[in-house]
């Protein structure tokens, strides 16, 4: 019986050892924040934002959600694999009275860290007049 519950352990440990040994999926953006400077009202400005999974498990997005329903994001359908790039699109459309804007875009994803905020920063200005 000791030697069944010691070799029950063992296969369980080494099991977990394994495990520990992989990567899970993750980011690394080029960058997390962008400043679009000054736009025009109504105009819509696009930014993307590139990464790279540097995890050895495919990452996945599951969801872009802009805390603005000016902002639209766009992202990569498909599972981007080890070492491979993806991208995420954000396009702005401001619309009303000019002012500054910042606008969160929250990832979610399969990654290690599963949510990811983005950063757009910003100035909409009134459109020039002739």
Not at 70 to 94: A, D, R, S
Request: net charge positive; proline share 5%.
């Amino acid at each position: 019986m000791k030697k069944l519950l010691l070799l029950l352990v063992t296969v369980v440990g080494l099991g977990f050892a394994a495990n520990a040994q992989t990567k899970p999926a993750e980011f690394k953006f080029e960058s997390e924040s962008h400043d679009l400077g000054k736009i025009k009202l109504d105009a819509a400005v696009s930014y993307t934002f590139n990464f790279t999974n540097e995890g050895d498990a495919p990452l996945i997005i599951s969801k872009v959600e802009p805390t603005c329903g000016c902002t639209v994001g766009e992202y990569t359908q498909t599972p981007v694999k080890k070492g491979e790039k993806g991208f995420i699109k954000v396009t702005v459309k401001k619309s009303g009275a000019p002012a500054p804007f910042n606008v969160a875009i929250t990832v979610t994803s399969n990654a290690r860290t599963t949510t990811k905020v983005l950063y757009l920063k910003g100035e909409s200005v009134a459109a020039a007049s002739k």
